[in-house]
Nanobody
Framework: QVQLVESGGGLVQPGGSLRLSCAAS????????MSWYRQAPGKQRELVAA???????NYADSVKGRFTISRDNAKMTMYLQMSSLKPEDTAVYYC??????????????WGQGTQVTVSS
């Protein structure tokens, strides 16, 4: 089993910055793609950013140029650096990963979420 724990959420003023972390633990053979999703009240969960094991990244248009996804494979940790935050970035942010506990046994896992609120 793989556990994902997010941290770093909180309240920030518009224009401010936050850095989210997602730490993976458990019996893990390999972590493949890792992603950040968010869900605002009354809205569907949406992909924010994703990163492959090799470091290739992908961003939602709404966060391009403001958010940066990264990962430290040795620490099994993923980050989301968020800058120039807007009120519309307010949501619960979830991390997700595609991981193998044994070779070829690949499943998707989710964290419990961390609240990000952008408000003055």
């Amino acid at each position: 089993q793989v556990q994902l724990v997010e941290s770093g959420g909180g309240l920030v003023q518009p224009g401010g910055s936050l850095r989210l972390s997602c730490a993976a633990s458990g019996v893990i053979f390999r972590i493949n793609a890792m992603s950040w999703y968010r869900q605002a009240p009354g809205k569907q969960r949406e992909l924010v950013a994703a990163i492959t094991s090799g470091g290739t990244t992908n961003y939602a248009d709404s966060v391009k140029g403001r958010f940066t996804i990264s990962r430290d494979n040795a620490k099994m940790t993923m980050y989301l650096q968020m800058s120039s935050l807007k009120p519309e970035d307010t949501a619960v942010y979830y991390c997700s990963c595609s991981a193998e506990t044994t070779i070829g046994n690949n499943y998707d896992y989710w964290g419990q979420g961390t609240q990000v609120t952008v408000s003055s």
